[in-house]
């Protein structure tokens, strides 16, 4: 196989970092954007319904991933991603708008079920998740850029946010330029055919995707509407306090691998679920600056220690038969989060409330994913 150079590795990394960027982007200037579009639904929803978008094209993008190979798919996912992304901000009929936002999120599955599999192609073992630990670290990254940026555009002008999703055909130039076309070797089909399929295992870690990102999503769904109203932060205050969660998912991640060597994986994840209820504990019982900052620093190493985990845990039990289907489920559990988390705000308008619930049931979530990561390793 073509060894890929550290430009190529660049690019996987950037195009990584377009996955989360797709609903987070616009999340500092959301109020900007309610007082000029007049929306007819909750304006968190234009951050979510990509999420609904990537659930309900998962199951054909990772069947399409068999058929096309990961370069193509990757190309096809990029060009409806930037268009899609900037004319949202010139639709102003609501239902135009939504079926927008939710196309949005088919080619943003695209974009994440591709780039993670062409990894798969060409790493494996160590090189394998520490590849995943960088692209975790690169997905939050672009949420720390994208965020900060999102957030000075949106002072400027409510629509300009918008144009950052045009990124993506950047992107497709630097993938027909850097990155090699993949062929399995023989040695690569060895690895993966040795490793049995668990179904169970990966029933789990499909759950466990998908309340570890609706437990992150719920800050930033609630935030920006939170922080403003509390604290009173401007849209690039909520930037950048955001963004700062992204920082410290970005640390924990780098650090992620070593976690594992020392607790294993099913710890390591139930461990960043503990970090989500510290977090949201906080947040939940104080209106502290300081302490505002201990809960941002408590979400980001939950994010760290689940998300890019489990990415690496689904490839682990996939082999290239089912790793279409297996990283389409595991995209429609990390979206299907993102997008159960807008249903947060209906148990309540009191936001501490909100924050309260979230921490129980991240420590209920914790315990009972730490028993049953036990169960499976000792089976």
């Known amino acids: 196989m073509e060894k890929i150079s550290n430009f190529g590795i660049f690019t996987l990394l950037f195009v990584s970092s377009l996955t989360i960027m797709v609903g987070t982007v616009i999340a500092p200037s959301l109020s900007g954007i309610?007082?000029?579009?007049?929306?007819?639904?909750?304006?968190?929803?234009?951050?979510?319904?990509?999420?609904?978008?990537?659930?309900?094209?998962?199951?054909?993008?990772?069947?399409?991933?068999?058929k096309l190979g990961t370069?193509?798919?990757?190309?096809?996912?990029?060009?409806?991603?930037?268009?899609?992304?900037?004319?949202?901000?010139?639709?102003?009929n609501d239902y135009v708008l939504i079926l927008d936002r939710f196309l949005l999120g088919g080619a943003t599955v695209a974009v994440q079920v591709s780039v993670t599999a062409y990894i798969a192609e060409f790493f494996t073992g160590e090189a394998r998740i520490k590849?995943?630990?960088?692209?975790?670290?690169?997905?939050?990254?672009?949420?720390?850029?994208?965020?900060?940026?999102?957030?000075?555009?949106?002072?400027?002008?409510?629509?300009?946010?918008?144009?950052?999703?045009?990124?993506?055909?950047?992107?497709?130039?630097?993938?027909?330029?850097?990155?090699?076309?993949?062929?399995?070797?023989?040695q690569a089909k060895e690895v993966s055919s040795s490793s049995a399929?668990?179904?169970?295992?990966?029933?789990?870690?499909?759950?466990?995707?998908?309340?570890?990102?609706?437990?992150?999503?719920?800050?930033?769904?609630?935030?920006?509407?939170?922080?403003?109203?509390?604290?009173?932060?401007?849209?690039?205050?909520?930037?950048?306090?955001?963004?700062?969660?992204?920082?410290?998912?970005?640390?924990?991640?780098?650090?992620?691998p070593k976690m594992v060597k020392l607790l294993g994986v099913g710890k390591t994840v139930s461990l960043g679920f503990l970090f989500f209820m510290l977090g949201y504990l906080v947040l939940a019982f104080t209106l502290s600056l300081s302490f505002l900052?201990?809960?941002?620093?408590?979400?980001?190493?939950?994010?760290?220690?689940?998300?890019?985990?489990?990415?690496?845990?689904?490839?682990?039990?996939?082999?290239?038969?089912?790793?279409?289907?297996?990283?389409?489920?595991?995209?429609?559990?990390?979206?299907?989060?993102?997008?159960?988390?807008?249903f947060i705000e209906y148990i309540s308008n009191n936001y501490m409330i909100i924050y309260g619930i979230s921490a129980g049931l991240a420590l209920v979530i914790s315990g009972l994913l730490y028993f049953k990561f036990q169960k499976m390793s000792n089976s």
């Not at 997905?139 to 144009?163: C, D, R, S």
């Open 293 to 342: 900052i201990v809960t941002v620093i408590f979400i980001g190493i939950g994010f760290g220690f689940t998300i890019p985990l489990l990415n690496h845990m689904m490839l682990e039990v996939s082999t290239p038969k089912n790793q279409g289907k297996n990283l389409g489920l595991y995209s429609m559990g990390v979206f299907g989060g993102q997008f159960l988390s807008t």
């Open 197 to 256: 399929v668990n179904n169970s295992k990966v029933k789990l870690i499909f759950i466990a995707s998908l309340l570890a990102m609706m437990l992150f999503f719920v800050g930033f769904v609630t935030l920006p509407i939170y922080l403003p109203q509390s604290y009173g932060f401007s849209e690039s205050d909520t930037g950048y306090l955001m963004a700062f969660i992204s920082v410290m998912a970005i640390i924990t991640a780098s650090q992620m």
């Open 131 to 186: 590849m995943i630990a960088w692209q975790g670290m690169a997905i939050e990254l672009g949420g720390v850029v994208f965020l900060a940026l999102g957030g000075v555009l949106g002072e400027i002008n409510w629509q300009f946010p918008f144009y950052i999703y045009l990124i993506a055909l950047a992107c497709l130039i630097l993938v027909l330029k850097t990155l090699p076309k993949p062929k399995v070797s023989v």
């Open 71 to 92: 370069i193509k798919l990757l190309s096809i996912g990029l060009i409806p991603y930037g268009v899609l992304g900037v004319v949202g901000a010139f639709i102003t």
């Open 34 to 66: 309610v007082e000029h579009k007049n929306l007819g639904f909750s304006p968190s929803w234009l951050i979510t319904l990509p999420s609904l978008g990537v659930v309900v094209f998962a199951p054909l993008i990772g069947k399409l991933l068999n």
